[in-house]
Every structure is written in C-alpha cells, then in structure tokens.
C-alpha cells in the first residue's frame, strides 16, 4: 500500500508559511482571515468571514474583523479561498498489514484532506491500535470510527473474515459473529460494543428475523446499525423496515425488486436492466428510507472503478441514478469510498474523486456532495454534535481550498491548509 511517488509528491507540498512554522503539530489559537465559509450544513458560502480557533475547537465564525478578545498570533491569509469541514471518508477497510504501511496510508489520507474515516468491517484489534496511535498522535493520520460485523453462518468461510478473526473460530470474534434469528442477541450486541465499536454492520445471510432482532437490540443498547444494503435473503425494506440507520453500496438496492435469494456471490450483478431506478418496489423503498431516516453510503467511486464491462457499466449507470432519487427525495447521503486511497494514478484520497461522482454522475449539487462528506458522515457516526460543520465548538477539523468546490466540485482537491482538531496537518 506504501506509494513511494505519492510520499514524495506530498512532502514537496508540505513547504509551510513562515508564521505558521513553529506550530506545525502544536496547539495554538489559529485565526483564519477573510475566508468564505461553506459550513457543511448544505448552506451557501458566506464570504468575507474569520474563522477562530483555540483549544483544538472552533471559537468564533464572525465577519472578518470582528472577531472578539486576543488576536490569535497565528494568522492564515483566507482571502480568495474556501473553508471546508474536514473531508470524511465513511467506507474504508484499513485492514491488517505492515503498521508502517497502514501509518502510511493514514498520513497520507490526512495530507490529502481526509479528517475522520469509517472502516466498514476488519479486525478491531488493528483497527483499534490505529485508532488509540492517531488520538495519541504516536501517528498522523484522520480520527478513526469503526465497525463490528454480524452475519450468518453462511458468511464464515469468506476468506476475508477468516483473515480478520485470526485466533478465533469462525464466526466467534467479538468484531466478526456469527448470528442467527434465534441467537441470544442481547449478547450478540453486548459483545460487539465491547470491541469499541461506533456500530454494528450487518452483512449477510441474514433473513429479515434475525435483522430485526439486531436492529431491536442495538437500539436498546446504543451502537447505531449500519448493513449492507441486501443482506440476502434479507431485502433492502427488511433492514429499513427495523430501523437500520444505514445502507451501504447503491447498487445492492435493486435487490428490492427481484424475489428473495440467499445468492450473496450475486450481489454485484443484480436485475439493472429488469428492475429499473423508477420502477414502484425501489421508489417505495426509497421513500421509505426518507420517512424512517435511513441514510445512503452510496461508494459510487468503488463501482466506478468496476465499470469495465457490461455488467460494471449498468451497475454503475444504475448507482448513479439510485443515488440521485434518493437525494431528490431527500434521503441522507453519506460519502464513503470502499478505497480510502486505492487508485495509484489520483495522487489525492478517493473521497475527492467520490465527490465528483456524487455532483457529475448522481446529479448532487456540490453544496450537497460536500454535506454528504462532512456532516452526514459525522451523523452516520453518531458524532455530529461535536464534528463536521464549521459552527462555534466544533472540532477544528479544516480545509482551506484555494479555489471555490461550489463552481467546480473537483475544486476540493486545491488544498492549502489541513487542520485537525486544531493543529495543522498540512500547509502549502
Ligand atoms: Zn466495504
């Protein structure tokens, strides 16, 4: 995963502002000065405004000039530039490689504007290190959530989970159970927060019985439920109908309107050209999943990269256009890649290119897109009271753009400054 270009091509950006320099990595009051201010939220840019920080948190948003107390004596120049939440990349697996591989990754991920990631399903017990190394700044990298899986029993042969449950017998780690309608699911769930969890993601080989019970216990116990969007047999309604707080991967909606199957193999190749984006079994699905709340973590950037046949080029004309009813119905998109830095030609994170198809190829404005990213994201994390808009208290997890994402989406990629929670990750 290491990419020596990439490193090298970084550390050339990583020339700081002399005003700057003494506090790379430390924690001083910030102001950012003159900037238009895109807050996350959806809302228009403001212009014209200054940005305070202190204490690893946003103090002030004000019209430049009327910021109040003590001048910060760290000053950014904003002016002409655009200031962002910090972009979230909510599907990435960061697996169980070499640890100066994974710092790596993370660093990299960082330096290329990406604050927080989800990962969507490993082993915890890596995941976790990383996590306690980034907090501890042992490492630089984006703050880490992540996820314990819960499939069937049928799931527990995948060598990927197998991978990822090294030590235990199939199906018997906390972060990777196995489960079945008639489980003891207080336990189930109990288990799976032990791991530190922000959630419980539910897989596959799991009829609608067994999805309720998890969704009924995790709601009893706190972890929010995140699926894959057809967890075969169960539908993409079963896990709406419990009140999962999301679904994963656009494509697996058409599962709604073909009859039950356990065929998880089949996922990827559902009836694109039967079951169509307007078809009444996937719009009422999609209304559903506006009335109950239920996001979409649409990773059109993982089906992007498969669009090399037939099938790869249905699916993802499928996604795209998925994506976009659910956004024109209002249901909550949330921003996630499966890839988190997965193409070696794009020297930035995958979340920028995820943007582009969320505005160009499923119609988002780029107000949205950006809002799908940061505070949508945070929300399908359980953090967005404290991360992810640009609001007084908030982490100062920031980018500073050199050039307006809201005329051209691909403008997320003109970063001049990487903030998280309030240090500077990256200056150019
Ligand atoms: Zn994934």
Same mark, same amino acid.
């Given at each position: ?7 090298? +091509?970084?550390?050339?950006?990583? =020339? ?42 946003? #103090? ?22 655009? &200031? ?41 017990? #890596? ?29 527990? =042969?995948?060598?990927? &989970? ?13 972060? +990777? ?24 993601? /539910?897989? =596959? ?35 709406? #109908? ?19 199957? #356990? ?100 119609? /988002? ?41 809201? &005329?051209?989406?691909?403008? =997320? ?10 240090? &500077?990750?990256?200056?150019?």
């Amino acid at each position: 995963m290491i990419r020596p270009r990439l490193i090298a +091509a970084l550390a050339l950006l990583l =020339t700081p502002v002399a005003s700057i320099r003494a506090q790379r990595g430390t924690l001083v009051p910030i102001l950012i000065r003159n900037v238009s201010v895109i807050d996350g939220t959806g809302a228009a840019p403001r212009a014209g405004m200054d940005v305070v920080l202190a204490d690893g948190k946003i #103090a002030q948003v004000v019209p430049s000039g009327r910021a109040t107390g003590a001048v910060p004596d760290s000053v950014i120049d904003g002016r002409g530039g655009f &200031v962002i939440p910090g972009l979230w990349d909510a599907h990435v697996h960061l697996g169980t490689g070499a640890w100066g591989d994974r710092a790596a990754l993370l660093r990299n991920a960082l330096l290329g504007g990406v604050t927080s990631v989800y990962d969507m399903a490993g082993d915890t017990r #890596a995941t976790s290190d990383l996590q306690r190394a980034v907090i501890t700044r042992e490492i630089a990298g984006p703050s880490i959530y992540y996820v314990a899986l819960i499939a069937g029993p049928a799931f527990f =042969t995948d060598p990927r &989970v197998l991978d990822a449950s090294r030590g235990y017998a199939p199906g018997a780690a906390p972060w +990777a159970q196995s489960a079945t309608a008639g489980s003891d699911w207080v336990r189930i769930i109990a288990t799976a927060r032990g791991t530190g969890a922000t959630a419980i993601k /539910l897989y =596959t080989d799991m009829d609608s019985t067994s999805v309720t019970r998890a969704t009924a216990e995790a709601k009893r116990q706190g972890p929010k439920v995140v699926a894959h969007a057809t967890t075969f047999p169960g539908l993409p309604s079963d896990l709406v #109908a419990a009140g999962a707080d999301m679904l994963a991967h656009s494509p697996y909606l058409v599962w709604q309107g073909s009859p039950r199957t #356990a065929d998880f193999p089949a996922r990827g190749r559902g009836n694109f050209a039967g079951v169509p984006v307007a078809s009444p079994s996937v719009e009422r699905l999609l209304q559903s999943m506006k009335e109950r709340g239920t996001a979409l973590n649409a990773t059109l950037w993982v089906f992007d990269r498969q669009a090399n046949d037939d099938v790869g080029r249905a699916r993802l004309a499928w996604s795209n256009a998925v994506t976009k009813r659910a956004a024109e119905l209002g249901v909550r998109i949330v921003a996630g890649t499966d890839g988190l830095l997965g193409d070696q030609r794009d020297p930035l994170p995958s979340i920028h290119r995820e943007l582009e198809l969320l505005v160009n190829g499923a119609g /988002l404005r780029p107000l949205d897109a950006i809002a799908a990213a940061t505070r949508n994201a945070a929300w399908s994390a359980g953090v967005e009271s404290t991360v992810g808009t640009i609001a007084p208290g908030m982490v100062a997890d920031l980018l500073l753009l050199e050039k307006d994402p809201t &005329v051209d989406i691909r403008n =997320t990629r003109s970063l001049r400054v990487v903030l998280r929670e309030g240090r &500077v990750a990256r200056m150019q």
